[in-house]
């Protein structure tokens, strides 16, 4: 049976951090965080490519994200840029992944994860980011609903 998309952004959020906070190798804190008991819930294969990809595109996705925030990336909580960098992620980098779908579990990490009202930034940054890179997609989910 394959593991949890939602699990594996679970501990992509707590490997960015990790590597955000202590700056400890990618290729540590994966492993670090792959003997945690819960893991074997993860997409393992989603996992991996969620937590590398973020860390390669990290300057990437933080400019394409920065002109949506309110202040500069560097003043966002840890929790809150991991999060958007998986969000931006997967809108710009993971098609299979429906744009409401990228958002939603974004939000949903915030919540679980973030500060009290974090979710309502997110969602607010990550819908912007929707609207251009995903702008085909959202006009024609318009078209059905």
């Not at 595109?57 to 990336?73: C, G, K, Q």
């Not at 960098?85 to 990228?102: F, K, Q, S, T």
């Not at 915030?110 to 009202?117: H, N, Q, R």
Request: with cysteine; proline share 3%; charged share 30%.
């Amino acid at each position: 049976m394959a593991g949890s998309r939602k699990v594996a952004r679970e501990f992509t959020l707590q490997g960015i951090y990790a590597w955000m906070i202590g700056g400890a190798d990618v290729t540590l804190i994966a492993a670090n965080l792959k003997e945690d008991e819960q893991f074997k819930r993860a997409d393992e294969a989603y996992f991996r490519t969620l937590l590398y990809g973020v860390l390669k595109e990290e300057d990437m996705l933080s400019s394409r994200i920065a002109p949506l925030l309110d202040r500069a990336v560097a003043e966002l909580s840890p929790i809150e840029r991991s999060i958007l960098l998986i969000g931006a992620y997967e809108l710009l980098h993971c098609p299979d992944v429906p744009w409401r779908v990228a958002i939603n579990e974004s939000v949903e990490l915030a919540k679980k994860f973030g500060g009290t009202d974090g979710h309502k930034y997110i969602n607010g940054v990550l819908d912007k980011l929707a609207q251009d890179v995903r702008a085909v997609e959202i006009e024609h989910a318009k078209k059905r609903d």
